[in-house]
């Protein structure tokens, strides 16, 4: 079971990176992101001309990150993730696009083109609950 902090902290936020890499080496990119609860997974949009678009149709393989930026060391709060990248299908394409478009409208004025992250590994920092402590999640499947 997923701890509700780690839920809470991507809902809250809505930027992540997201880390591919091949044989042309490791590569990263920011994008917007609604989250699936339900899914445990990450929807984003991003163009499959792009460098990371088209390595995610070689290595669907991919880490990412999620953070809140502060100066303030007690305050330091991320997630690092790894996860399956896919182009959602059926009904998870349907629920992927209702959801970023409830939590980005003005996405509606554009071209845009849903990947889904299913969540596999979590790790959350969270220096409020102690310096360096780590929530972890990993899929049992």
């Not at 609860?37 to 669907?60: C, M, Q, S």
């Not at 059926?90 to 939590?103: C, I, M, N, T, V």
Request: charged letters at 25%; one cysteine or more.
């Amino acid at each position: 079971m997923i701890d509700k902090r780690i839920k809470r902290f991507f809902r809250k936020h809505h930027v992540l990176t997201i880390a591919t890499s091949t044989d042309a080496g490791p590569w990263c990119a920011n994008c917007f992101y609604v989250y699936l609860e339900e899914e445990n997974a990450l929807v984003f949009t991003t163009d499959p001309d792009t460098r990371h678009g088209r390595e995610f149709l070689i290595n669907k393989l991919v880490a990412g990150s999620v953070v809140l930026e502060t100066n303030v060391i007690g305050k330091i709060r991320g997630i690092q993730f790894l996860g399956i990248v896919s182009e959602p299908e059926g009904e998870l394409a349907s629920s992927a696009r209702e959801a970023y478009l409830r939590r980005f409208p003005v996405a509606m004025l554009m071209d845009t083109h849903l990947w889904v992250v299913k969540l596999t590994y979590i790790k959350m920092t969270d220096n409020r609950l102690g310096f360096g402590k780590k929530l972890i999640w990993e899929n049992s499947k």
